[in-house]
Structure formats: C-alpha cells, structure tokens
C-alpha cells in the first residue's frame, strides 16, 4: 500500500459543479496535513493546510478524518482557473525542528479539469 | 517579491556532461530542498540542508551533490549525469524558525534532459 494515495482522476466537472478528492495515508502516526496545487508544468503551490476541525478558506474546504486516515478537499463554485493538480501532502512531524527534516510524503495527485 | 529562482530552466545534455542547477531564495528560510518529479512516481526528494554547511539525503540522492556555503544558495550538481536522471527538477524553501508553517516554497522548476 502506498503511503498517500489520490485518485488520478481525471475530473472533469462543469463551472459551478461542486467536487471533492480524498486522500488517504497509511501511517496512523502522520502528524500534518496539507493539499498543494500544481498548473501543467509548473512549481506545486500551498493551497491550504488541514488542522484537525477542519478548515475552510473561500471555496475550500479541507477536512482530516484520523480515524479512517483521509483527508478530502471540497471546492465549491468551480471556475475554470481551478483546472490542476491537487497534491496531498502528509508528514509524521508536526513542525520542523532544527535537525528535523520533516519527512512530506506526496501524493501522485488528482487532476482536475473544469469546463465552460 | 519573495521567491525561489532556479537556473537554468531548460537544459539538454549529454551523458557524462558535468552540470551544475542553480537555486537562490531570498526569504532568509534556513530549510532548502530539492525534488525531482516523474511521472507515476510524483516528487522525490533528493538532498535537503537544515542551514548552512547542513546538508543530508533525501529518498533519491544517487548521482547527485549538494552544497550549501550560503543561507541563500543550494546548488544541485549532477557529476556524470546519465539518462536515468531526466526529470522536472524542483528546488523548494521553507522557514524553521519556532517551529515553521510548513509551507514549502518552490522554484519553477528546471527540466533537465540527458542524451
């Protein structure tokens, strides 16, 4: 089993579609969460981390369910801007410490395309 | 503006070819790394350094060196590159400073063919 698995997608929704990815990791000691973007081609880009009550920030919503080991991503109100891949990242630190690498396990992604 | 500049962005060489990616971040981050991103097997980390003269491996450090004599830089060496080591590579930052957000910082990446 992999350590973070997405599904690959591809999802293609409509603009103004609600969806959702899920993220699930295997370490049961993973300490924090975070869902990255990455444009074709281009450098991956902090979308929002995920705090244990969960967390929203406009049109997404990040949640962490410990129990089952996921992580989803809602994004309400698709634009057409949202087409991207969506990363997930886990670690088993919660914050860097000096000497600590803060191992980030990444997910392959979840590719996202929104269409007029 | 805050960032992380990689150089070159594109290069193509031959096997054997000594070549040497440049990384600089100007956000004082103590905390560098570098990636490298293929497809079906996502973004690996190669070498990382803690500060300066700190350096250690990451997941995938073969046919790689590292240095780092400045806070700023982090320079990725490739000694004898092989076709092998033909990649999107990233170099990212992030700061540790009480502990740090997390955020990592990238460059826009340098994608690097070996013939």
């Known amino acids: 089993r992999k350590e973070v698995e997405q599904d690959p997608g591809p999802f293609n929704v409509p603009e103004g579609a609600t969806v959702a990815f899920n993220c699930t990791y295997s370490?049961?000691?993973?300490?924090?969460f975070f869902w990255y973007r990455q444009d074709c081609r281009k450098e991956p880009k902090l979308l929002m981390s995920?705090?244990?009550?969960?967390n929203e920030d406009g049109r997404f919503t990040a949640q962490l369910n410990r129990a089952s080991q996921y992580i989803s991503l809602l994004i309400r109100d698709s634009k057409l801007s949202d087409s991207a891949t969506y990363l997930c990242?886990?670690?088993?630190?919660?914050?860097?410490?000096?000497?600590?690498?803060?191992?980030?396990?990444w997910g392959l992604g979840t590719s996202l395309a929104v269409n007029p | 503006e805050a960032q992380v500049t990689q150089n070159p962005r594109y290069l193509i060489t031959v096997t054997g070819k000594k070549l040497t990616v440049t990384c600089s971040q100007n956000m004082n981050h103590e905390y560098m790394s570098w990636y490298r991103q293929d497809p079906g097997l996502g973004l690996r980390q190669i070498y990382y350094?803690?500060?300066?003269?700190?350096?250690d491996k990451g997941d995938v450090p073969e046919g790689y060196k590292v240095s780092r004599k400045e806070k700023r830089n982090f320079p990725l060496i490739l000694e004898s590159p092989s076709p092998n080591q033909t990649s999107l590579y990233f170099c990212a930052s992030s700061s540790i400073t009480n502990g740090g957000t997390g955020e990592l910082f990238f460059g826009e990446g340098s994608r690097l063919t070996v013939l």
């Open positions: 990242v886990v670690s088993a630190s919660p914050r860097f410490n000096a000497g600590n690498n803060r191992k980030l396990i």
């Open positions: 350094s803690m500060n300066v003269e700190v350096t």
């Open positions: 370490n049961s000691a993973s300490q924090s």
């Open positions: 995920v705090y244990s009550s969960g």
